[in-house]
């Protein structure tokens, strides 16, 4: 079986310092890695994803994130936080096997306060 | 590019009746789609796995005779939703599998269906 977890509910920053959305997972073999954004009322849109190589994956608007395999974890971070980042975060992982079938935390709601 | 659609955006019917929601990969052929369900603040829960041409893979607890899926074409899925009640009432996205060279295919959701039963 595969899990995610996000800790933590809600991450408040101020804009301009540094955003961290925490992450951990747990799967069955090499996991496939993936940070989803969410706007009210919308649909996700991707921002980043691990499959293979750097463990260091930069992506959409600024966002990066660092796959740690001794600790399973796929952390997103930005460096200088902007208003327009509040949103709720979704990290998901698969299998890197033939299952197809993602499966997502909780979610991260983050509020960046001018 | 690859873009999902989803119609309607949302939807407000009376209670015992049906609902139908579409999604369509505008730009890509899908010969796989995913229905979510989400609730307010919650995460995303799969309902169910569409495949071209047979039938869903229903999720553990979804019920199959509720919840309808047909996945016609390569371009189209629908959800549809019968007798529906007031507990149905939640956020539907669809996703569709861009197959590709990669060794994964990607999946690309659409905007979502707000679906209340009044």
């Known amino acids: 079986a595969q899990s995610v977890a996000q800790p933590e509910d809600q991450v408040n920053v101020a804009e301009g310092n540094p955003l961290t959305v925490k992450c951990t997972y747990s799967v069955s073999g090499n996991p496939y890695l993936f940070w989803y954004v969410q706007y009210p009322n919308r649909g996700l849109q991707f921002l980043l994803k691990y499959i293979t190589g750097d463990n260091l994956v930069k992506g959409s608007y600024g966002f990066e994130a660092e796959f740690n395999k001794s600790q399973t974890s796929f952390h997103l971070k930005k460096p200088s936080a902007l208003v327009s980042d509040s949103a709720l975060y979704f990290c998901?992982?698969?299998?890197?096997?033939?299952?197809?079938?993602?499966?997502f935390g909780a979610g991260t709601t983050v509020t960046v306060r001018a | 590019g690859a873009v999902v659609s989803q119609h309607p955006s949302w939807v407000i019917c009376k209670s015992g009746t049906s609902v139908k929601i579409e999604c369509r990969s505008l730009d890509f052929q899908a010969t796989t789609m995913f229905w979510y369900r989400q609730f307010p603040k919650q995460s995303l829960m799969l309902m169910a796995t569409s495949n071209e041409g047979s039938k869903a893979t229903y999720e553990q607890g979804v019920e199959k005779d509720k919840f309808l899926i047909n996945h016609a074409s390569l371009t189209l899925s629908t959800l549809t939703v019968t007798s529906a009640h007031p507990e149905d009432s939640s956020f539907y996205i669809c996703s569709a599998e861009k197959p590709g060279l990669a060794v994964y295919n990607e999946q690309f959701f659409g905007p979502g269906t707000r679906l209340t039963v009044l």
């Open positions: 998901a992982v698969r299998p890197s096997s033939n299952d197809y079938k993602l499966s």
